[in-house]
């Protein structure tokens, strides 16, 4: 059966979104491939000396990591600077947050998740979740997670960049080595868990289209945005 769709998403938040994704991806897997350590390799040996080889030793992997980290950091600061009220519009929406509905949904979807819907009755808790606006509170903790520890990950990978230039006391290089890789590891986990919930639940496939396509179905939006849905509803309604 057809379903009216929704608009949700414009050309450009969508091209960030994947372009933040790429990445992502890229530095992750460049900054593993820097990790030549016999005491401390995450995925083992064979991944620093694969990433080395493909881009012909240590110091081009590290200049390929920092520009596209440098490029990274510049989107982002070219989009606030360009479009200040959405990136206002989207902070205020992610780190507004109810705690008493938001809990309820938190503790109600993992046990969802988990258990399934039987899980929920062995707690004498009914299967609807408390309502929700553009963002669930679990999207709304992933992109705290993202924007505060991006904004940690690229400090810290502009002191090891500059210290290079201007600094001759390693210190500031090893704390802020130790932070950057502590916090990329926190937010890497928060993206598994993001990319499960959008790609692979059934329940969120529409979210997951909603980045190509920038619509979702209006069954969707009301079942699982309920207050995003609200607002756009009496929007339309009073433009009519």
């Not at 979740?129 to 999207?139: D, E, H, I, S």
């Not at 390693?170 to 993206?191: C, K, N, Q």
Request: with cysteine; net charge positive.
């Amino acid at each position: 059966m057809s379903d009216t769709m929704i608009h949700r998403h414009t050309r450009l938040s969508i091209f960030m979104h994947w372009f933040n994704a790429f990445c992502w991806i890229a530095l992750f897997l460049t900054g593993l491939g820097l990790i030549k350590n016999d005491q401390l390799n995450p995925v083992g040996a064979w991944w620093p000396n694969l990433m080395r080889s493909l881009f012909g030793g240590g110091e081009n992997l590290l200049a390929v990591h920092q520009y596209l980290g440098m490029v990274w950091a510049a989107a982002f600061v070219l989009y606030v600077l360009l479009k200040p009220r959405d990136t206002w519009l989207f902070l205020k929406e992610v780190f507004t947050m109810s705690p008493a509905s938001d809990l309820v949904w938190f503790m109600k979807m993992n046990l969802k998740m988990t258990l399934g819907k039987k899980g929920l009755r062995k707690f004498n808790m009914t299967p609807d979740m408390p309502p929700q606006g553009f963002y669930n509170f679990g999207q709304k903790l992933f992109a705290q997670a993202s924007v505060l520890g991006g904004i940690v990950i690229v400090a810290t990978g502009m002191i090891m960049f500059f210290s290079t230039i201007f600094l001759n006391n390693p210190d500031p290089v090893a704390w802020s080595r130790t932070i950057h890789y502590l916090t990329v590891g926190l937010v890497f986990a928060g993206l598994l868990v993001h990319i499960y919930m959008a790609a692979i639940s059934k329940e969120e496939r529409p979210a997951f289209m909603s980045m190509f396509t920038g619509q979702v179905p209006q069954h969707y939006a009301k079942h699982h945005h309920q207050l995003w849905y609200d607002q756009v509803a009496g929007k339309n309604k009073a433009e009519s």
